[in-house]
């Protein structure tokens, strides 16, 4: 287990429906559950009458199979509650409509992997139902399969590729290896040769052939009883009763075997049947045709040691291969007598083919099958390409054009006291209250929607002012720091913030007094500014360093006279130029020996310090360690991918991918646009779009980040989907880079020198 996965949902039938299907379904995901405590597991079954069963507690959402908006809802509900992966059990005759079409109304609708069980897989497809086997294979990540039989159909009739197929056989109860003596007393048969068949009954199955064989093998050994364990299949009862039992019940009569043939007419629990399957001397599967890719029947009775007859049908020839069973003809009541005497005279034999088929199905056991399929969904969580999705995908020529700015989710976010940190979904999340670093951001936003528009913006200066005054609330006059986390009930969980958080509130107040028009905010962020300039100069943090140096330049822009301001910028360029130069290498041209967050804000910090001090190496080390940091956010592909936030990217370890944050990509745009701005080179106007186009949908999943619905941002990207939540980091992280990229293209659009 890698960790990543947390949950994960089932669908298909489930028990207490009476199904293969749903025992399958139920112990794959009972199994999953016990072997991997730490994930969260839940199933989704299919209800083929009105008025469902009743499940366990584990089933939390129930499809009509004949309602097609049942459904639409299930994948609605299953992107609500987000589970890392999708494990769908395929069969046609479980889903509604033609061949079961309808489930493909559900699958296109899903944001996360799906691996589909595939329980059927026809040699002879219709159109229509390879045309649904295709499309559930290219919207799931992988197509599991429990014979090898299948893989060669796939690959060779359907064209998948090999690498999306993955063979896991079907899972079996872990039991010891018995004597079939031990369980015969408690059901009646001690002493008795027991021959046994298992599973709800239907014609396909061939029970009749054995009946017909019974004569001739109880002539040779009369201690002998053919068990049938195994109820009516209920779509067969509904539609014609017990009309297939009684057939056989009356072909029993006139061959006068009615002592030596036993039904067991019910659905048994899965210890019962353990105990049954113990019981058996021989186990016989008779289907009469090869078309069974799967069948969970004969691996149960093969798994826990039965010595087994069957006819070779597909899975019945490969796993009874190399005298670990015997296979014989379809419809052959002769053959069946022959190959039961043989094996019920010759102890030796029918021991070593019961322990071969013993120690084959070890492999088998559930808890195993289960460690194989967590592998799988992990894979598919790590591998996921996109797929279709109801989240909007911005076309190629959509993501080279602009959105308007649209404040509804920062209005949504903000109260009196300022904008909350985090949100469920698009929902403000009051337990996490506000953060000096958010509302940082947020001031720095409204100063520069205001500063680009000619004419005072009501909201834009409404909401700057609740900004402004939580820094000032935020300000401790006894420390001259800026604490950070305030819970909602304006209390501080901390008296002093992280160096970072103070050194963002100086970014915004610095902003603030560089660009706002407002004489009342700049008074505000004067006194704020001044008390909390001189403490950085004490702080050890790179980063805190960086937007302190951002913060002084945007001030600098008004008071460039300023003597103490000018010393304090070069007393922090120079140490962040120290530490470049300390660990900077020719094959890892940065500051540090790890990439963590808002890198490119150290790069940034550093070309504008170089500039302004008119200092050529540290201008020269400032774009190249921007460059060199692009080109560790470039993904094979072309597009842009910053270095993902699960865990530090040190030097000579692997890169991490995932998870994204919008943050990244807002800082590389503002140092590519300050590239820009020095050297006047397109290249770095195209870097920043690049990185622009990620919020849109130029990424690994090519879904859009940015919310054009609420005008939120989602809080990153992760190896399979999107984190949903829209809080103000990543919010504010977006329309801090539409504006920064609007007032660029305004300024391009103008031919106007840009602003300095």
């Known amino acids: 287990m890698t960790g990543t996965i947390r949950t994960i949902a089932f669908i298909g039938n489930y028990l207490p429906r009476q199904c293969g299907i749903a025992t399958f379904t139920t112990d794959i995901c009972e199994s999953v559950a016990s072997a991997h405590p730490e994930l969260s597991c839940f199933a989704v079954p299919v209800n083929d009458i009105p008025e469902g069963y009743a499940y366990p507690s584990r089933v939390r959402f129930e499809i009509r199979e004949n309602d097609l908006s049942s459904y639409r809802r299930a994948a609605d509900f299953l992107n609500i509650n987000n589970p890392d992966v999708v494990s769908l059990q395929h069969e046609y005759g479980i889903f509604g409509g033609d061949d079961g079409i309808y489930i493909l109304s559900l699958l296109r609708r899903l944001r996360m992997p799906i691996i589909t069980t595939l329980h059927t897989v026809l040699k002879d497809p219709t159109a229509r139902q390879r045309r649904i086997l295709l499309e559930i294979a290219e919207r799931s990540s992988f197509l599991v399969v429990m014979a090898k039989k299948a893989v060669d159909f796939l690959t060779s009739i359907y064209g998948i590729p090999p690498a999306k197929i993955r063979l896991i056989q079907h899972g079996i109860p872990d039991m010891p290896f018995i004597d079939p003596n031990f369980y015969k007393d408690q059901f009646g048969v001690a002493g008795k040769t027991v021959l046994l068949t298992f599973g709800l009954l239907s014609p396909n199955k061939g029970i009749e052939q054995v009946i017909r064989a019974i004569p001739d093998i109880v002539r040779v050994n009369p201690n002998l009883v053919y068990i049938v364990l195994g109820a009516t299949h209920p779509s067969l009862l509904r539609h014609e009763g017990e009309a297939y039992r009684l057939t056989l019940q009356r072909l029993i009569a006139e061959l006068k075997i009615e002592k030596h043939v036993l039904f067991r007419n019910r659905f048994v629990s899965a210890e019962e049947l353990k105990e049954f399957l113990v019981m058996a001397d021989v186990y016989i599967t008779p289907y009469l045709g090869e078309a069974q890719i799967t069948s ?376 590519c646009m300050e590239a820009f701005r020095v050297t006047g080179e397109k290249q770095w106007h195209r870097e920043a779009e690049r990185a622009f186009r990620w919020f849109l949908g130029g990424n690994d999943l090519s879904l859009s980040i940015y919310d054009a619905a609420t005008g939120g941002c989602r809080d990153g990207l992760h190896v399979d989907r999107l984190n949903q939540n829209e809080g103000a980091e990543s919010t504010l992280a977006f329309h801090l880079a539409l504006a920064e990229m609007s007032e660029i293209e305004k300024s391009l659009a103008l031919k106007e020198p840009l602003a300095e």
């Open 296 to 671: 969970g029947t004969l691996a149960y009775s093969f798994g826990i040691g039965n010595a087994v007859i069957s006819t070779p049908y597909w899975h019945a020839e490969e796993l009874l291969a190399d005298g670990r069973g015997i296979l014989i003809p379809f419809n052959s009541p002769s053959a069946i007598s022959e190959a039961v005497n043989r094996l019920v005279g010759n102890d030796a034999e029918r021991n070593m083919m019961r322990k071969n088929a013993y120690l084959a199905g070890r492999d088998m056991i559930w808890p195993r099958v289960a460690h194989r399929y967590v592998e799988t969904f992990e894979e598919a969580r790590m591998t996921r390409q996109s797929t279709a999705s109801c989240i909007e995908v911005f076309s190629e020529e959509e993501q080279h054009e602009l959105p308007e700015q649209k404040l509804d989710h920062i209005k949504r976010l903000t109260d009196r006291t300022g904008i909350i940190q985090h949100a469920k979904y698009t929902v403000p999340n009051f337990s996490e209250g506000y953060c000096t670093d958010d509302n940082a951001r947020a001031l720095v936003l409204m100063v520069m929607l205001a500063s680009q528009s000619e004419e005072t913006i009501p909201d834009v200066d409404i909401l700057a002012g609740t900004y402004l005054a939580a820094l000032q609330y935020a300000f401790d006059d006894g420390t001259k720091r800026f604490r950070n986390f305030l819970r909602f009930d304006r209390t501080w969980v901390k008296e002093a913030g992280s160096e970072d958080s103070h050194g963002r509130a100086l970014w915004a107040l610095g902003t603030c007094l560089g660009r706002s028009k407002n004489v009342g905010f700049q008074g505000a962020a004067g006194v704020l500014f001044e008390q909390g300039l001189a403490t950085v100069r004490d702080f050890s943090s790179p980063r805190a360093w960086a937007f302190a140096i951002l913060g002084i330049h945007e001030y600098l822009r008004r008071f460039s006279g300023d003597r103490f301001v000018n010393q304090i910028r070069e007393q922090l360029s120079e140490r962040l130029y120290a530490l470049y130069r300390l660990h900077a290498t020719p094959d890892w041209p940065w500051f540090e020996d790890e990439l963590t967050y808002v890198n490119a804000k150290l790069s940034h910090a550093l070309i504008l310090s170089g500039r302004w001090l008119s200092n050529n190496e540290m201008l020269k080390a400032g774009l190249g360690s921007l460059s060199w940091l692009i080109g560790e956010q470039t993904a094979p592909s072309g597009h842009f991918r910053p270095i993902g936030a699960n865990e530090p990217y040190r030097r000579g370890m692997p890169r991490p991918l995932y998870d994204q944050q919008p943050i990244e990509a807002k800082a590389t745009i503002s140092a």
